[in-house]
């Protein structure tokens, strides 16, 4: 599926619509962000975030990864941009981040594979200025669920 959003709050009203969807899942999610810099993948991240409560999203650009937990939701926004060797995501204990009720958000994931969780949903983002093209797609019932959920 394919979407054109003219602007940044449309951006962001994705990412919000996407994070409601997922508030009710009792199994993991994992969702790839894809895409050149400048994109809008962390501003779609962010705004995945906020929507549970959290107010002050960091971009975990040098830290590899940031996770918001509460007693509902445990997120975890990776941003392998930096990462040399995916084994590094090892020594953080990514297979950790993969119970029930924890959703990954997960930037640059193609230099993370073969450690990275396989995506239930692959968001790629193209597109300068104010209009983006963003295309969803579903990969497992899980993503299935949030993107027609999401979309709808």
Request: aromatic share 12%; proline share 6%; charged share 25%.
């Given at each position: 599926m394919v979407l054109v959003v003219k602007n940044l709050s449309e951006t962001q009203e994705l990412g919000r619509k996407l994070a409601y969807c997922c508030a009710s899942l009792k199994d993991s999610c994992v969702i790839y962000l894809i895409g050149d810099l400048g994109v809008g993948k962390t501003t779609l991240a962010q705004s995945f975030i906020q929507y549970f409560g959290f107010d002050r999203v960091k971009s975990p650009t040098y830290s590899l990864v940031e996770s918001y937990q509460n007693e509902d939701?445990?997120?975890?926004?990776?941003?392998?941009?930096?990462?040399?060797?995916?084994?590094?995501?090892?020594?953080?204990?990514?297979?950790?981040?993969?119970?029930?009720?924890?959703?990954?958000?997960i930037e640059w994931p193609e230099l993370g594979k073969g450690t990275i969780a396989k995506a239930d949903i692959s968001i790629s983002l193209s597109g300068d200025g104010d209009e983006r093209k963003i295309n969803i797609e579903s990969l497992t019932k899980v993503g299935k669920f949030v993107t027609k959920c999401a979309i709808t």
């Open positions: 939701i445990n997120i975890h926004h990776f941003d392998c941009y930096r990462l040399s060797d995916p084994e590094e995501l090892e020594y953080i204990g990514i297979r950790e981040y993969l119970m029930p009720k924890h959703l990954q958000l």
